[in-house]
């Protein structure tokens, strides 16, 4: 246990598997932390190594060599950082996944300093105000996309981006993606995953 205790300290949490919920995870408890700090933990390298015993265990005493670490499930281990009368919390305060007026469930990222939502610009039309997490704290980064999936637009303040922005992205956009609605009034407007329908 020693050794690999050891280890741990000599060449980082990267001994450990990282799936892809446990790297979600991790920055949505980096996110809550950081915003609304205790009692979200911090999980920073550092603040895990310091408390590896509380959410490694019975993992780590289980553990005889490198390959029993590469096995542990580090989301579960994970959440036995959080108090578990947050942990009901946690998905109203940092959702995995935002609902669009489209009725497309969108991924949320946590990655950078501020929360993204990468949306196809068609499948927010009748968003009057942008989505705000950590308890209504933070407001969304709206990432609005293309046809094509690239950022048209890039804000978290939705209803402004309607009235300074939208008119732009229109009409630079609409001659390239004809199929696609660009409607005059896009917070009346029917919000859409595809394209124009025919007639």
């Known amino acids: 246990r020693t050794a690999l205790l050891d280890g741990l300290r000599d060449e980082g949490f990267d001994v450990l598997t990282w799936t892809d919920t446990a ?4 920055q ?5 932390h950081a915003r609304l700090g205790e009692p979200w933990p911090d999980v920073g390298d550092d603040a895990l190594l310091a408390r590896v015993d509380e959410w490694l265990e019975p993992e780590l005493s289980a553990a005889r060599r490198r390959a029993d670490l590469e096995r542990i499930d580090t989301a579960s281990a994970l ?3 959080v108090p578990w009368q947050e942990a009901r919390r946690l998905d109203e305060l940092a959702p995995e996944r935002i609902d669009v007026p489209s009725g497309s469930s969108v991924r949320v990222d946590y990655s950078g ?7 196809k610009l068609q ?7 942008t989505p705000r997490i ?5 407001p969304v980064v709206l990432h609005l996309l293309s046809p094509a999936g690239r950022p048209a637009a890039v804000t978290s303040d939705v209803d402004s981006f309607w009235d300074s922005g939208y008119a732009s992205v229109r009409a630079e956009l609409r001659g390239r993606y004809p199929k696609h609605p660009w409607p005059d009034d896009p917070r009346t407007a029917t919000p859409t995953r595809g394209t124009k329908r025919r007639t």
């Open 134 to 138: 950590a308890g209504g704290t933070v």
């Open 23 to 26: 790297v979600r995870l991790r």
């Open 123 to 129: 499948e927010t039309f009748g968003w009057r105000a």
């Open 113 to 119: 300093d501020d929360p993204v939502l990468a949306v």
């Open 79 to 81: 959440r036995r950082l």
């Open 28 to 32: 949505r408890l980096a996110f809550l």
